[in-house]
């Protein structure tokens, strides 16, 4: 069956020939496919292998690192250490930028990772994922320095996640269009199952952390308490909550349902620039909302408006169906 679904199928290799993909990003791409379906196996036989817990370490965020934190993030290095045409990996889970020892002398891509994402899911085995963006960088010095990565956000080839789901999908974004994929787990593939993806203007779901409420700013209480009032309140319509508590598995229902998910700024000691980081969280999930017709903003302002200023930066973000971004945003001015 999946073989006869293969041959009439459209790979990712045959959909990255289609879009005429440079080979330098094929080949980025293809490393993280092969690092997707190494996550993949690894969490699903995890459980069967006592591998579902804590590392007993904490990464540079000073977050506890899990098991499955750690062993994805070796499986993605190794997999884009393989690839000539990477320069260099952010990951989530390592301090410094690391150098590709096995970058050929015109590599010209960095690709900024989230190895495992939504960790805290793990152990209870709901949806967890990978997400990533492909920049290129115009600095040939080497080692490729913390600002040539930042400079790099400027230009952004690629941007996808892998959901790790009852299914595993790869969703992703060369920024003109948003591809589905399926895991052909039987043929070690990535399948087309959907292509040229929007997100509704309109939505009626949202997802948030709301027990943070009391931590918010006045424009995300008023925003939120407005589709909280449903038919009753200002919007007149009633609205759904959901929350999965991992980004991949909250922004995925964005493009199969609408809605708009938020992760924002809180009032405490820390809190300022709320929990997701930039570079490998906010940068490319935006890339791939906006290219499906969705937005993105950080507090007040466009997303692609921000600076980034060091790897690990956090930010506060809204993203989703423009109509619903659009209102919130308006409701900080
Ligand atoms: P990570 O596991 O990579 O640290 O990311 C977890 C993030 C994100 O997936 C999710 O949206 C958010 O943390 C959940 O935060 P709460 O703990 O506030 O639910
Ligand atoms: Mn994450
Ligand atoms: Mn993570």
């Known amino acids: 069956m999946s073989v006869q679904a293969d041959k009439n199928g459209i790979t990712l290799g045959n959909w990255l020939d289609q879009a005429k993909t440079d080979p330098a990003l094929v080949s980025a791409l293809e490393a993280l496919a092969d690092a997707a379906f190494k996550i993949a196996k690894t969490i699903r036989t995890a459980p069967l292998l006592g591998q579902t817990g804590a590392a007993n370490a904490v990464n540079v965020q000073g977050e506890d690192q899990k098991l499955l934190d750690v062993i994805s993030n070796d499986i993605s290095v190794a997999a884009l250490s393989a690839s000539p045409h990477v320069a260099a990996i952010v990951s989530e889970e390592i301090e410094d930028v690391i150098q590709n020892p096995n970058a050929g002398a015109g590599a010209g891509l960095v690709v900024c ?76 593939e990535f ?49 759904n909550m959901r929350w999965a508590g991992s980004m991949v598995a909250d922004v995925h229902r964005l493009f199969v349902r609408g809605g708009i998910f938020i992760y924002p700024a809180l ?22 909302v906006e290219a499906a017709g969705g937005k993105a903003i950080a507090g007040k ?33």
Do not use: C
């Open 113 to 188: 990772l989230d190895p495992l994402d939504g960790s805290s899911n793990i152990e209870t085995n709901s949806a967890i994922g990978t997400i990533f963006s492909v920049l290129a960088t115009s600095s040939a010095a080497r080692p490729v320095t913390e600002a040539a990565v930042l400079a790099a956000t400027n230009a952004q080839r690629a941007a996808g996640y892998v959901l790790y789901g009852p299914a595993t999908l790869l969703v992703l974004t060369l920024g003109k269009t948003v591809a589905m994929f399926a895991e052909d787990a039987a043929n070690g």
């Open 191 to 239: 399948v087309l199952v959907r292509d040229n993806i929007t997100i509704a203007r309109k939505a009626s779901e949202f997802a948030i952390n709301m027990a943070h409420r009391r931590h918010w700013e006045p424009a995300v209480t008023a925003y939120i308490d407005a589709l909280v009032a449903g038919e009753t309140g200002p919007r007149g319509k009633p609205f």
């Open 267 to 288: 009032q405490t000691p820390g809190g300022a620039n709320g929990k997701l980081r930039l570079l490998y969280e906010a940068i490319p999930m935006a890339m791939l």
């Open 301 to 333: 302002a466009p997303l692609n408006t921000i600076t980034p200023k060091s790897l690990h930066q956090r930010v506060p973000l809204a993203l989703g169906s423009a109509e619903e971004v659009e209102r919130l945003m308006g409701g900080y001015v």
